[in-house]
């Protein structure tokens, strides 16, 4: 964890380097730890996304969930749209979020 006063501070570097980089700046040759800075800024806050999404267990849980649940429309099979997803169609085209 981080102190507060070590937060606010990175939240002002983080908000001086967006403008940094809404400037443009980041693009020019020796403005390239400006983006190097910024995501270790949102990573030092815990803002950068989860690195990997746990694909294995959305599909498990996805397949029990199509073996429960029949499509609503015509009471067909519905498959999982594809590997990682937590939404399912049926052949007759109606799809269904199974996953929250
Ligand atoms: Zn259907």
Do not use: F
């Amino acid at each position: 964890m981080i102190s507060d006063d070590a937060k606010a501070h990175l939240h002002k570097q983080l908000v001086k380097l967006g403008d940094m980089m809404g400037d443009g700046l980041h693009h020019e040759s020796d403005g390239k730890w400006i983006k190097a800075e910024y995501r270790r800024t949102l990573k030092a806050l815990g803002l950068l996304p989860k690195a990997k999404r746990n694909i294995a267990g959305i599909d498990a849980a996805m397949a029990k969930r199509v073996s429960e649940v029949n499509c609503q429309k015509c009471g067909g099979q519905l498959k999982q749209t594809r590997s990682g997803s937590k939404r399912a169609q049926c052949q007759c085209g109606a799809k269904y979020q199974l996953l929250k």
